[in-house]
């Protein structure tokens, strides 16, 4: 109440100082105003008085004087005039003039003798003089006054100033209801608001994450706070499955339970990662800069391990705003809401990009590695390109890692087979794994690659190498044996040259089971498929989804072709079921991926127009980045998600969406060609290379009865439940801390 009290006196103090000034100057302005006023009308009335008196002065015609200030005493508030002769005496004065007025020769000869303007009080009067020379003959001059009443002009101000002190009246009772009125508002009320949804959820009865509190000004607190409640209440889950686990003799692996083994582990030390993509993009929207997650399961994947061990993330930046915000060694904690860990950004030029990025790594060694029928395309240049950005990249981790023991190093993926190498030719005692997130071929197609022992001869320098299945391990155990003198393992599955051995082994990479609970409470509102379709512009009563990269080896053409062979099977579902594909676009730059998406494009104008109809489309394609918690949306209103790719790593897609699947209802029709396929067993299994099985894939996916369905998405979020990504980080993170490093600089 006090600091309500200061605060309406601080503002009527300001409002009545301001008021009064502003008052003040308009009085002087109105004061200044009507004067001048008073002397335009008393100047003209002397310019006729002049025209006028000429004669009468000249003819001593006194009576003719008199009859002409008679007639120009009518004028408004004039109280009349006199004329004057040289020596002072009274020549003639209008009849409405008090005698007594007229009669002050003293002071109106004193006015005259100044030439200038007076005024003097007379009874209750105020009275201004206004001099006026009357020239006749040749050189003779008389005197003129005009007499007018001015006491209007102090009444005229009177209003000016009550109407000024009723409004400020006014003014302060109306400050003092809205002040209070808003003080109620905006800050009593949600304060108290604030303290009960804090003291239920301290006591555990506030299941909700966002505070409530109303407008802007608690808008950091609200964020603050919302973050703290996540923080609780994770905490308050991970304390409860820790105390269930506890109980049920199980062991699942959770943030909490990674950070702790880390920091035994590695005692204390940071981790390493080493990625192309970044986790965080700042970009400029007009004169604001924004952080966004690009799409990809790498970032998906590796995000909640450095949140959860923490360390430094050393990857490319790639946004147009990233170096705005970085420190002078560019780097920046990340994330943004809740910075957790280092994000080192590495600028490269358009050159390099080209060369290393979109040249040699994505036309030439990812379509060697996915068998999708798209020759590879392998230039020098490119390939001298990619040597330098690893040379770059590797200068970077080094500069990173100075002066810590035994770092530990995680390099992601086909951007970096060199790297490994270098790291080690300078630093012996790191600790390097290899995770190679795409499949390996077969050794007669990795054949196909020029440089397929240097590639080969950098990944052997990493201490550790994981795949997504032991299939691909087969491979590069068998491209080694093709390419290299080396002895392999079979055994241990192990590679020694040098003296330095390489452990290979497959780790199946898989999501954080929780994170689409929270990306869905982050949601104004519960995902809702009416609503969705609302927003889409359409109506329908099946919907299937599929959630890609647009990429020519995620099997998108084969799959809007089922979806056209569904449709006319079963021309039942014409009108009722839609196909939502969200694509994100990805490497425009190279020439492939243009043509490929020309051809999808055509491919879902073509189906569209074959099947259309009012309010309803067959596909709706949405070509556009999405965030996680968007994507969640859809995840969750789908009767079938549709994971078709030609050749994949794992396809963590599949395992979102079965995570995102909290009413067990959904089912996945998933590629056999996608590593995911290992791990989900319970999905319906199809060949993307046939249109016919996808089409009874999607038919079964949606009159599969709820029992076994129910069933099936049990045993498949049972799966990711326990071996979710904090498992395989830290299977690959004991994997890597537990090698004997002496054996690998053969002491």
């Known amino acids: 109440m006090k600091i309500t009290l200061r605060l309406i006196l601080s503002l009527i103090v300001v409002v009545v100082a301001v008021a009064l000034l502003s008052a003040w100057y308009q009085v002087r302005q109105e ?36 009859k002409l200030a008679d007639r120009l005493q009518n004028q408004r508030h004039l109280e009349g005039l006199a004329v004057y002769a040289e020596d002072g005496s009274l020549l003639a004065a209008s009849s409405a003039i008090a005698p007594e007025l007229a009669g002050r020769e003293k002071q109106i000869a004193a006015l005259l003798a100044a030439g200038r303007e007076g005024e003097f009080l007379f009874a209750s009067r105020r009275i201004f003089l206004y001099p006026a020379e009357l020239p006749f003959g040749s050189s003779q001059k008389a005197r003129a006054v005009l007499l007018t009443n001015v006491s209007h002009i102090d009444y005229e101000l009177f209003r000016i100033w009550k109407r000024t002190l009723l409004r400020l009246l006014a003014q302060m009772i109306l400050i003092s209801l809205v002040t209070l009125l808003i003080v109620r508002w905006s800050l009593v009320d949600p304060i108290a608001q604030m303290a009960d949804w804090m003291k239920k959820l301290r006591i555990g009865e506030e299941h ?22 996540k923080n609780l209440q994770a905490a308050r889950n991970a304390a409860q499955k820790e105390a269930r686990l506890r109980q049920e003799g199980e062991s699942l692996w959770t943030p909490e339970r990674l950070k702790e ?6 005692e204390g030390r940071p981790l390493f990662v080493v990625s192309n993509r970044e986790p965080y993009m700042h970009l400029r929207e007009g004169k604001e800069i924004k952080a966004i997650v690009p799409a990809g399961g790498l970032v998906t994947a590796l995000d909640p391990i450095l949140r959860a061990a923490g360390g430094t993330w050393i990857a490319h930046g790639s946004g147009d705003a990233d170096f705005e915000v970085t420190d002078e060694h560019n780097r920046i904690k990340v994330p943004p809401e809740e910075p957790a860990y280092t994000l080192r ?37 490119d390939w001298e390109r990619y040597y330098a950005v690893n040379k770059k990249f590797c200068d970077t981790v080094l500069e990173e890692i100075e002066g810590v023991k035994e770092p530990a190093i995680l390099i992601q993926d086909y951007h970096f087979t060199l790297l490994p190498a270098m790291i080690k030719a300078t630093r012996p005692d790191a600790r390097v794994a290899v995770f190679w997130h795409i499949p390996w071929p077969n050794p007669e197609t990795f054949g196909i690659c020029p440089w397929q022992k240097e590639l080969v001869m950098g990944l052997l320098g990493a201490d550790l190498i994981g795949f997504q299945t032991q299939f691909y391990c087969n491979n590069f155990l068998d491209t080694v044996d093709r390419t290299i003198e080396s002895r392999i393992d079979w055994e241990h599955f192990s590679v020694q040259k040098e003296g330095h051995i390489t452990l290979v082994k497959p780790f199946p990479i898989s999501v954080d089971f929780t994170q689409p609970d929270r990306e869905a409470r982050q949601l104004p509102e519960k995902p809702d498929q009416a609503s969705v379709l609302k927003d889409l512009g359409i109506k329908a009563e099946k919907i299937a989804v599929g959630v890609d990269r647009i990429d020519y080896t995620k ?4 799959r809007v072709k089922a979806v056209e062979r569904f449709l006319e099977k079963y021309p039942d579902y014409v009108k009722k079921f839609t196909f939502i594909q969200i694509g994100a676009p990805s490497r425009t730059h190279i020439p492939q991926y243009h043509r490929f998406l020309a051809e999808l494009h055509a491919e879902v104008d073509r189906i569209n127009w074959r099947f259309k109809a009012k309010d309803w489309k067959a596909i709706v394609f949405l070509e556009k980045h999405h965030a996680h918690k968007e994507i969640t949306k859809y995840y969750k209103i789908a009767d079938t998600c549709l994971v078709t790719s030609l050749h994949d790593g794992m396809n963590l897609v599949a395992k979102e969406f079965v995570a995102a699947s909290d009413d067990h209802r959904g089912v996945l029709v998933l590629s056999r060609f996608a590593g995911a396929s290992r791990d989900l067993k319970d999905a319906l299994i199809v060949n993307p290379y046939d249109i016919e099985q996808m089409a009874d894939a999607i038919y079964y996916s949606l009159v599969m009865p709820k029992a076994e369905v129910e069933e099936r998405m049990t045993r498949m979020r049972q799966e990711i439940h326990e071996n979710n990504i904090y498992k395989w980080a830290a299977n690959l993170t004991e994997e890597l801390m537990k090698l004997r490093m002496d054996s690998f600089t053969g002491v």
Request: aromatic fraction near 8%; charge should be neutral.
């Open 261 to 266: 083994l880390i920091k035994i582990k590695m």
């Open 555 to 558: 099997g998108m053409l084969e």
């Open 345 to 381: 950004r590495i600028a490269l030029t358009k050159e390099e990009e080209d060369g290393y990025y979109y040249g040699f790594s994505n036309e030439g060694i990812w379509p060697l590695c996915h068998i999708a029928h798209i020759r590879p395309i392998f230039r020098k240049e």
């Open 31 to 66: 004061k200044i105003k009507l004067y001048d006023e008073v002397k335009a009308q008393s100047a003209l009335v002397a310019e006729t008085l002049k025209e006028g008196a000429r004669h009468s002065l000249e003819a001593a015609d006194l009576p003719g004087l008199q």
């Open 208 to 229: 909700g994450q966002t505070p409530p509190l109303r407008g802007d000004i608690f808008a950091p607190i609200a964020k603050e706070a919302t973050t703290l409640a």
